[in-house]
């Protein structure tokens, strides 16, 4: 008797994604076998003509295209000696048109039916655009105004870290038509290769107290109330209450002046 495994879990990926698992194959008699794996996709999507692909990873391989419209079965014919154990390796590639949660589950026919052996399920990606330095924020919006131009629904949010240099991050379905659409901006360079997990910009995506960015010893100038125009320097912090004391700069007499944390801005991280 052959046995068959696979270890590949259940995943999200995005559009046109290429997802590589392994079947292993065993024989466990002791004589010589070969017979032939039938596998297919059993599709869940809102537009059923849409594509999804899969098959072997090897040089040559032609892989079925499978739709809920076209339920193709890829057959795979195997031959092992008694005793012998293999890795076959596998591609399934997810559609480009495809919709957010449109899903695909592997199958392998056994006994007569098909049996699942995981599910992708689509989601969008975030990717990463090289910009023109100090113009991020500018291009962003740019960006935003080209996909409002152009009625580009798939572009989904935009992201420019005020303290990230260079880099605007995009929140998409189809990161093909970004770039494409992204060719009309100026100052958006090119897409850096791989993606984004959410989790890596979660320090972005947070509100933080402002008084976590500031220290003793900052250079600030103040931005509202009073004595805003003021340039000072920070004597303590109160992170309990997201407040500073300042140290007035031109005042003849040095007075300590508590503000919040938010009213001010740091000119430079010390005093010269």
């Not at 007035?248 to 010390?270: H, R």
Request: aromatic fraction near 6%; proline fraction near 5%.
């Amino acid at each position: 008797m052959v046995r068959w495994s696979c270890e590949q879990q259940n995943i999200e990926a995005g559009t046109s994604k290429k997802i590589s698992f392994n079947i292993n194959l065993e024989n466990d008699e002791s004589r010589d076998i070969q017979g032939e794996l039938e596998f297919t996709l059993k599709i869940k999507e809102s537009r059923e003509e849409i594509e999804w692909f899969l098959g072997l990873d090897q040089k040559k391989a032609k892989p079925i295209s499978v739709s809920p419209q076209n339920p193709e079965v890829l057959k795979v014919p195997y031959k092992l000696s008694k005793g012998e154990k293999t890795i076959i390796p596998f591609i399934l590639e997810t559609p480009k048109g495809g919709e957010m949660g449109d899903s695909s589950s592997v199958a392998i026919k056994q006994n007569g039916e098909f049996f699942d052996l995981f599910t992708v399920t689509i989601k969008q990606t975030i990717i990463v655009i090289k910009t023109t330095i100090g113009q991020e924020t500018k291009i962003a919006r740019d960006i935003g105004l080209r996909a409002r131009t152009e009625n580009a629904e798939y572009i989904y949010s935009i992201l420019a870290p005020p303290d990230l240099k260079g880099y605007v991050f995009i929140e998409t379905m189809y990161p093909d038509r970004t770039i494409a659409l992204l060719k009309t901006v100026r100052g958006a360079r090119n897409m850096i290769s791989g993606e984004v997990d959410i989790s890596e910009l979660e320090n972005y995506l947070i509100s933080k107290p402002a008084v976590e960015s500031l220290e003793i010893g900052n250079y600030v100038e103040v931005i509202e109330g009073p004595f805003k125009g003021e340039k000072a320097r920070i004597t303590h912090v109160d992170n309990g209450k997201d407040e500073i004391t300042l140290e007035l700069q031109n005042a003849i007499v040095p007075i300590p002046l508590t503000v919040k944390a938010d009213s001010v801005k740091v000119l430079d991280k010390e005093v010269k």
